[in-house]
């Protein structure tokens, strides 16, 4: 109870209200922790906790509610772990489409000859090479830019619509189908982005080819890691302005996946 103005504030809510707002904790919080943007590992934990906790009783208030019914404490607790596998699906739908730089990075540094050095991405804390975490700050720059995180979090809002609380049904099938139609373009995307990169290596080795027959005495060897090198740095900096364009292309797959794991939890 709260005093203001001399009149009593009621605060007060009832067990029931109580168990429909983790269940909705916990769906934001598992996409929090899962989603790109949201969920890099340099971000503290308290600010996950915090968000997640300011946006599920945003949702709370203005969601519908449904009537969550079960019997036991075992009932509950199932239908928390479909909350928050519901969560998890919605933010990986979107997270595994960023993948695509990483796989983008070492295709490209296998080319240039910088495969075996490896950077710590600070989103995951984990080994990358230096093209990909290149990427990786770049399409994470562009999703700030293009605002794409305030998508990420509208989508999961309008989930709580279209799957409302203890209403998913996971269709194995439908969601198998997304994730197969999804590596399909997975590869795709990942060459298109190196491909100025990947035309210009393969030229270079034509040509390295040539010289080595016409100049046997030189050591093509240990120029042509030089020229690798230093060519592919080049169109790595010309090729930035294709960036943009790419991004489109892997923040509309993202798009997607999370529509089509939306439809296969409905």
């Known amino acids: 109870m709260l005093w203001e103005s001399g009149n009593m504030l009621d605060i007060s809510f009832t067990y029931a209200d109580l168990e429909y707002f983790l269940l909705i904790l916990v769906r934001v919080s598992c996409f929090v922790y899962v989603a790109p943007f949201f969920s890099m590992s340099n971000v503290p934990h308290r600010v996950k906790i915090g ?4 946006f599920a009783y945003l949702l709370y208030l203005s969601v519908d509610r449904n009537e969550v019914v079960y019997n036991t404490l075992l009932g509950y607790a199932v239908i ?65 830019i293009s ?5 990420l979090l509208r989508a999961l809002a309008e989930t709580f619509i279209l799957i409302p609380i203890n209403g998913a049904v996971f269709k194995q099938e439908a969601l198998l189908e997304s994730i197969l139609l999804f590596l399909g373009d997975y590869i795709t995307i990942g060459f298109r982005i190196i491909l100025p990169i990947f035309c210009a290596m393969i030229f ?35 090729s930035m302005r294709m ?21 296969g939890m409905v």
Do not use: H
């Open 51 to 54: 968000f997640s906790i300011f």
């Open 204 to 238: 270079l080795n034509c040509v390295l080819g040539v010289l080595a027959k016409v100049s046997p005495q030189l050591n093509m060897f240990a120029v042509g890691m030089q020229f690798k090198v230093l060519v592919g740095l080049i169109i790595l900096f010309l």
């Open 243 to 263: 960036l943009p364009a790419l991004s489109d292309n892997v923040f509309t797959q993202m798009k997607r996946m999370i529509v089509s794991f939306v439809e």
């Open 147 to 151: 605002g794409l995180y305030q998508y």
């Open 80 to 144: 928390v772990m479909k909350e928050a596998l519901t969560g998890f699906l919605i933010g990986w739908g979107a997270q595994i489409c960023t993948t695509v730089t990483s796989f983008a990075g070492s295709i490209a540094d296998m080319e240039i000859g910088l495969s075996m050095v490896s950077l710590l991405d600070p989103t995951t804390k984990e080994q990358a090479t230096f093209t990909g975490v290149f990427y990786q700050y770049m399409f994470t720059l562009f999703m700030i």
